[in-house]
């Protein structure tokens, strides 16, 4: 198949599955198998496809962001008042940060569809204490009202998203959701919380490789990043009005037949 075809399809997965509690690496890796997309190409490609995903959170919560890092003197127009600040980014993202430093070599042995299979259906466990064992009435109901130390407790449950197919929004926002942050508060806090670590992680992948750029490279880098930039813009839109309504049954649905799929694809 055309390169330039499997950058849009793959960079079309990224931009849908990044920010769903579904595990955007796990799809990834299955997708660059089933088309046999490999090698220093696709590694590079992996990171630019994440890149052009997360400047969707970028643009959605510019102005979130901006008032987080105290630039912003536009008025918020937005019903919901955020009050997160730096301090609450830093308690959130300061776990996977050290641990991914410290285990940066282990987890990358681990990036198998082996391994893949086993992250969804842990994650699946995951999901289904979250929803079971949730309060009845959340205690932050708007990101606003989310205190400090619940900020950190998510980042610790973001640590779970380190071993690959576990979801990185999907550790969070079932996290969040345990311990009493709303579904909708949880998501916003999973993107705003994305930004700094996809980003930084993004940033340290291409300076290790980036004697791997050629400008042969350069046209399917392009077709999907901004594919899955504009993939990205529009599931985000859509995933916030529908975890109003709906539990994570459904996304643990999805993980299992997705995970049996993928064994049986082995």
């Avoid at 009050?83 to 308690?91: D, E, M, T, V």
């Avoid at 009493?180 to 999973?190: C, H, I, L, N």
Wanted: net charge positive.
């Amino acid at each position: 198949m055309n390169e330039i075809i499997i950058a849009f399809i793959i960079g079309l997965i990224e931009g849908l599955t990044e920010f769903l509690p579904v595990s955007s690496t796990g799809h990834i890796i299955l997708a660059n198998k089933i088309f046999n997309f490999t090698g220093n190409k696709a590694k590079v490609f992996d990171v630019i496809i994440q890149l052009g995903a997360i400047f969707s959170i970028v643009i959605l919560f510019r102005q979130q962001l901006l008032k987080i890092i105290g630039i912003s003197s536009k008025k918020e127009t937005s019903p919901y008042q955020y009050h997160i600040q730096y301090p609450h980014i830093i308690l959130g993202i300061s776990p996977i940060v050290v641990i991914g430093l410290v285990c940066y070599k282990q987890i990358q042995q681990i990036f198998s569809l082996y391994y893949v299979i086993y992250g969804l259906i842990a994650g699946c466990v995951f999901f289904f204490i979250s929803e079971c064992l949730k309060p009845k009435q959340p205690i932050a109901l708007k990101i606003n009202d989310i205190n400090c130390l619940q900020a950190f407790l998510i980042g610790c449950f973001q640590c779970l998203s380190l071993f690959p197919g576990f979801s990185r929004s999907g550790a969070t926002i079932a996290g969040g959701i345990l311990i009493g942050v709303s579904r909708k508060a949880s998501s916003e806090f999973s993107f705003i919380l994305a930004v700094p670590i996809i980003f930084g992680a993004s940033i340290l992948e291409i300076y290790k490789n980036a004697a791997l750029f050629t400008k042969q490279d350069i046209p399917i880098f392009i077709v999907g990043f901004i594919t899955a930039f504009l993939t990205a813009l529009i599931v985000i839109r859509l995933f916030i009005n529908i975890i109003q309504k709906t539990s994570l049954f459904p996304f643990i649905i999805y993980r299992v037949i997705l995970a049996i799929y993928a064994y049986s694809w082995l």
